[in-house]
């Protein structure tokens, strides 16, 4: 292989993934998310049998067109992802990593079922819909916002998972009770635990069941599920907002150690303001929280000066 | 005097008649807003028209005042040039909602026939004048503006759980309810009144249908958990943030060891912007003192 092919191939890795910002990779980003916007608003307007009708061929190619752009752009990241790690390092292929990751597989999945429809002519039209909306969660590669989310609740796993324990044992619990006691009352309505738990889930949902209890207890029950769900609702709040604030916290500290080191050895290079930019900027910090911290941290230097001299 | 008169308007607590006039204007704007709703009654606007007429007239006088001498006193704001922070205040905010709530009146001189309506809506943009008084409200923007991103993120999270949940629909009781899922942007409608209102207005017909009708429902309870989660935290940083500013300054104030007067007024003027009590103040300055003294022997 020569080094022309292989900086080609690093090069398109590079605007694909935009990790190294440049503008073609901005330009890359920002033609993939209108045309996967387009996509969705397309495949909405297509279920509307008027406009269906009145704009087939359009419709059609539109699709071809997506389709060819999508297929080009997996080709070119299975190719280039070639490049991610160096040949050497053994057990690493960058390209297993990317088809099986989930944006990998998202691409995947989004395009192949055009050329399904292809050779097998015959398949259900809705389901091939169904396939290419997944194209709508090629967007989330370019906002952080799904892993932002991710990360938040496996930092929270343990709150969260306990309130999905919680919710799961009352929701036993409540269901099974109001089976035994409305079960007779109402057997249309509840005849069995796993009808009862639908009616659990709705009333935790949208708070006052579609069904009014009529025995006494059973409307004890009620009103006990009713004071659960607004529970349920106040402990993912408060789990959400901590996590929350867990994260701003984090990366607040992720900024103050980058700003110390740099400004350990008392000067600020060209190229060390440059990060400190793009780091401010990704963290969407405000100029007077930057400000604030490069004080407090010169008010520190001056307090150990003074320490150290008397 | 412009100087002066700046300040006094501007809120600054080296005077006590900018208290005053604080007062004043939230007296006269409140009495104007009780009329402006009271007029809209036919019965009351028939026995008081005349009061309600001289009333008026004598609020936009009022307030025309206020707009002119504000306009007249910011000149003095920067020593360059005085339009400068003339034109900064009418093309602010509160500037525009100033002219705004103030301008019907002659509008309605010149143009006698425009419609009553307008002008009564535009009047009672005039409750907005009381926002450059109240720093709840602009912290609210502020902390919502900080945390714009993470907006961004929900709003985002929450399109892609409505059309996907509407399509999943569509897919599943397209063909027993079509006249509900039958196109996209119908279930769409569907999906949004699921999670913002929650489980509820058409009834699932298929098991399919169901559960993803739960999943929505469940959705909608997880998205106003994320959005209140995020003022939560966003308002709570913002306090924090608020506290480091403030003792920095406390730091800066006592690193020569003693406070002149000059420092002491502005330190006063930062807890009244930044809405500290006296109690909150005295600890972090009891903490700001002995770290100065410890670092300093």
Redesign the interface.
Known sequence: MTTAYKKLQRRTLEILDGEVVSRASVWCEYFIAILVVLN?IV???E???EIHTAYATQLHAFDLFSVVIFSIEYVLRVWSAGAKYPPHTQGKSGRREYIFSFYGLVDFFSTIPFYLQLLFPGADL??L??FR?LR??K??RY????D??VAAVKSERDSFSSAIFLMFIASLLFSSMIYIIEGHAQPDVFPSIPAAM?WF??TI???WGNIEPITFVGSVLVIFTQVLSIA??AI??????????AQ?ERREALYEMELRDILADGVVTEEEQERLKSMQAKF?M?D??VE?LI??ME?EK??AQ??AG? | MRQVVMDILDGSPNYKASRYVEWVITVVVLTNCAAVILDSIPSVHLAYKDFFHAFEFWSVMFFTLEYVLRIWSLGAKFSDSAWRGRRQYIFSPFGLIDFFATMPFYLHIFFPTLDLRILRVLRLLRVLKLSKYNTALQDLFHAVYSERKAFGSAVFLLLIATIVSASLMHFAEGHAQPEFFGTIPHSIYWAIVTITAGYGNVEPVTKFGEIIALVSGFLGVCMAAIMTGIVASAFSNQVARKKAAFEAQLREVFKDGQMSEDEQAALKRLQVQYRFTDLQVEAMLQRAKSKTAGGRS
């Open positions: 969705v495949i909405i307007l279920s509307v049998p809705r389901v819909r169904m909306l709508i969660f967007l989330s906002n952080s916002a799904f932002d989310m639908h889930f709705v949902i949208s708070g349920l609702a993912l709040t408060g789990v959400v907002a901590t996590a929350y604030t701003v969407g405000s007077a929280q604030a004080e407090q008010e001056r307090l003074n320490q008397s």
